[in-house]
């Protein structure tokens, strides 16, 4: 990290912020990276993955490889008629809207 932040590549300014409605009245803020700081992201993808691929739990489904709908096959497996799995509360609804940014660098 410390070489990143010698070389500049800790710093990303997104060019535009946008909100994108996900109800009428919730939205998500987007940021838009330039292309310079999407070449930076590059770069530090490939280091940073490894290490919080590790950092995951195994069941979750926000993992390299996995998609919202591998998410869905693993909750309708956990939740069949007949046992006493019968529902599920939440399940990561709002997952990356709730993400605690300063915690995650601080980890990082």
Not at 70 to 73: L, S, T, Y
């Given at each position: 990290m410390?070489?990143l932040?010698?070389?500049?590549l800790?710093?990303v300014?997104p060019?535009k ?9 919730k939205?998500r803020?987007?940021?838009l990276?330039t ?7 590059a ?9 919080l691929?590790?950092?995951f ?8 490889e996995?998609?919202?709908q591998?998410?869905?096959?693993r ?16 399940a ?13 660098l601080?980890?990082?």
């Open positions: 410390k070489k932040a010698d070389n500049n800790s710093s300014k060019i912020h946008v909100h994108i409605p996900k109800s009428k009245v939205s803020p987007l940021g990276p292309i310079l700081n999407r070449c930076k992201h770069v530090v993808k490939p280091a940073l993955e490894p290490y691929a590790a950092k739990e195994s069941c979750s489904c926000i993992r390299l996995r998609s919202p591998d998410a869905i096959q909750m309708s497996s956990i939740v069949r008629p007949g046992t006493t799995r019968n529902w599920i509360l939440d990561d609804e709002g997952a990356f809207d709730n993400i605690d940014h300063n915690f995650l601080k980890i990082i």
